[in-house]
Structure formats: structure tokens, C-alpha cells
């Protein structure tokens, strides 16, 4: 399988470093590039691709704007966030409307290349240390309509399927969870997709942010 990546950035000296590493992966092939968000939409529809490196700070449309739009689309490719760690609550809005995670620019090229495969199997490219970073970002505004709502999204949830979700909150594998809660990992895998598929989510950085919201993260510290 060849991964299909777009590259979506304004600075074209970062597109043909990306298009360079990313060229040299015999599984991943660059179809396309552009300069802004505006134009997203039309090289999805012409391209297909697998994955997109989205800028944040562009002229025009900028990236999160483009990352809501695009994750609207059925079948949507996954996105990639590029971005520095001083855009915490920029990179939040884009996790929650459906990006796989983020990349820092000066992530050293074999790592960048690894997180394109990883987003592409459908991994979120966000260790837990950074999972949790961001998450106690969140600004203080808001904060108890956002666990008021978290709260009641969450009933949709039966017993298991919460203490699971808590678990991805965690930011444990499926291997962990299989081994805490004594299930298999085809099980935890397929509870892990029923509580998607309830929520109405794309990945599991949606749902710890979810569970974080509801504060029932606090009650496992």
C-alpha cells in the first residue's frame, strides 16, 4: 500500500523539505501541495489522498478552518497538524474537530515519516505525555458548560465502554487496557470502535479530550 500524502503549507521552502523525506519512504508518495486551506477541498476531490500536512498560520484560509472543513467530508482523509508547541489551544480546536495530531517542525525527518504511517493505520500521532500537556491547556473559560456536556455525551456510554474511554483518557495502548481490565486486544479494539462509532468521533484523541472535559481524569489521579 502507498500512503498518499498532501502537503498543505505557505512556506515552500518547508513543502519541498517535507516532499523530499517524504519522497524517500518507499511506501508514502507526495500527490500534491498548496500554500493555503483555500484550495484544500478541490485536492482532496482531485487527489485522494491518505493524509494531510496542514499548516496552522496560513494566508487566506488558514489551517484550522480548513482542518473543520475537511473533516466535515465523508471519508476524509486523515490530517496532520504542523505546528510549534506555543499553539496549544490552536492544536486543541484542531484535535477536536477530527485531526489525527500534530507534528512539531523541527521533528527530525525519520520521525515525521513514522507519524505519517502511524496516522495512516489509523494511530493518533500523540504520545500520552503530549496527550496530557495539551489537554490541561484547556483554557479555564467554559469549563464547566464543556463537563456539563462532555458529562451527558458520555450516558451513551454503558460501564464498560466508559472505563475504557477513561482508559484512552490515559493515554493507554490497547495492550494496557487489555492487560488492566483482563480483556483481549481484539476486544478492547472493538469496544474502542462501538464508543466511536456512539460518540460520533474519528479518532481516540477525541475521546480523551471528551473524558478530560467531564473531569474523569481528575478522579483517576
Given amino acids: 500500500m502507498t500512503i498518499r500524502v498532501l502537503i498543505v503549507d505557505d512556506d515552500p521552502l518547508l513543502r519541498a523539505g517535507l516532499k523530499l523525506m517524504l519522497g524517500g519512504a518507499p511506501d508514502i508518495r ?10 484544500v477541498q478541490s485536492l482532496i476531490d482531485k487527489l485522494s489522498p491518505d493524509v494531510v500536512l496542514m499548516d ?15 473533516r466535515r467530508r465523508p471519508g476524509a482523509p486523515e490530517i496532520v497538524i504542523l505546528t510549534t ?35 495512516a493505520g489509523g494511530q493518533p500521532v500523540l504520545s500520552p505525555a503530549v496527550t496530557k500537556r495539551l489537554i490541561t491547556r484547556v483554557a479555564a473559560s467554559g469549563q464547566d458548560q464543556r463537563k456539563a456536556k462532555a458529562t451527558v455525551r458520555l450516558k451513551d456510554l454503558n460501564d464498560r465502554e466508559r472505563e475504557i474511554a477513561v482508559a484512552v483518557g490515559e493515554g493507554k495502548s490497547n495492550a494496557e487496557i487489555s492487560a488492566t481490565l483482563y480483556l483481549s486486544v481484539p476486544t478492547v479494539k472493538t469496544h474502542v470502535s462501538r464508543i466511536l462509532t456512539k460518540l460520533d468521533m474519528n479518532n481516540r484523541v477525541q475521546i480523551a479530550l471528551l473524558v478530560h472535559d467531564a473531569g474523569l481524569l481528575d478522579d483517576t489521579r
Fill in 85 to 119: 508547541f506555543d499553539a496549544d489551544d490552536h492544536v486543541l480546536r484542531a484535535l477536536r474537530a477530527g485531526a489525527a495530531g500534530f507534528i512539531l517542525k523541527d521533528t527530525p525527518p525519520a520521525e515525521i515519516v513514522e507519524s505519517v504511517r502511524r496516522v
Fill in 56 to 70: 496552522i498560520r496560513m494566508p487566506g484560509t488558514d489551517g484550522l478552518t480548513a482542518t473543520e472543513a475537511v
Fill in 30 to 39: 507526495v500527490v500534491g501541495e498548496a500554500g493555503d486551506g483555500g484550495g
